[in-house]
């Protein structure tokens, strides 16, 4: 299993501003996932941060709009960067801390953006 | 193409009334793992049962057991004896073995379901 804490869990913040979203996972993991989940939506996938190389984003999501830092085995950072009210979501900070098909993938508690 | 299908976005039931959510999915892989999360209001993710592509059996947790029709690829949750606190968000989701580098899931849309007293 896993434990992870994110930070801060909330904000409320400027339109054209930075925040900076941390998560720590309770154990080494190889790969770490962050999601966004806006507004009665689903979870989407934004990158993949591996330590020691660069986050692999997928298909929508861009390094200068979402920046991701990866200096351990246990922790990570996203960036949402001149954020729009169109940026106000959940995001998720994940980890499968198996390699096989069957294990389950831990979800950090979220952190609440509201963009003003 | 939509890996992950839930076609009810949301559904009422009867307190201590069983209820089926509907998840289809859409793989190629032989080898995949279908998961069912929870979201309560709180916004946390709550792993609730696991069922494997090459599983004989239906997966069952407690009150959670998974229908299973592997040719239909279809994987409902049954919730039997529904709670108050079962009212929440619930999430369908995928891992492919063979097409998944990071072994990551893939998520449907979710449906809301709201128990009544």
């Known amino acids: 299993s896993a434990v992870i804490s994110q930070k801060p869990s909330r904000d409320i913040c400027q339109r054209g501003t930075s925040l900076t979203i941390q998560c720590q996972v309770d154990s080494q993991v190889t790969m770490m996932f962050w999601y966004r989940q806006q507004p009665g939506q689903s979870l989407t996938l934004i990158a993949t941060a591996n330590q020691g190389s660069e986050a692999t984003y997928e298909s929508g999501f861009v390094i200068d709009k979402f920046p991701i830092s990866r200096p351990n085995l246990t922790f990570s950072t996203l960036t949402v960067s001149n954020m729009s009210p169109e940026d106000s979501s959940i995001y998720l900070c994940?980890?499968?801390?198996?390699?096989?098909?069957?294990?389950?993938?831990?979800f950090g508690p979220g952190t609440r953006l509201t963009v003003l | 193409a939509q890996k992950i299908t839930q076609t009810q976005p949301g559904m009422f039931v009867q307190e201590k009334e069983a209820v089926t959510l509907d998840c289809t999915y859409d793989t190629s892989d032989p080898s995949y793992g279908l998961f069912w999360y929870k979201q309560p209001s709180s916004g946390e993710m709550i792993f609730l049962i696991y069922?494997?592509?090459?599983?004989?059996q239906n997966a069952t947790e407690g009150r959670y057991s998974l229908n299973f029709q592997k040719a239909r690829k279809s994987a409902n949750l049954v919730i039997s004896a529904s709670q108050l606190g079962d009212s929440a968000m619930y999430f369908c989701?995928?891992?492919?073995?063979?097409?998944?580098?990071?072994?990551?899931?893939?998520f449907g849309g979710g449906t809301r379901l709201m128990v009544k007293p």
């Open positions: 989701a995928m891992r492919e073995l063979n097409n998944n580098a990071g072994n990551m899931l893939t």
């Open positions: 069922q494997g592509s090459y599983d004989q």
């Open positions: 994940s980890v499968v801390p198996g390699g096989g098909i069957a294990d389950t993938q831990y």
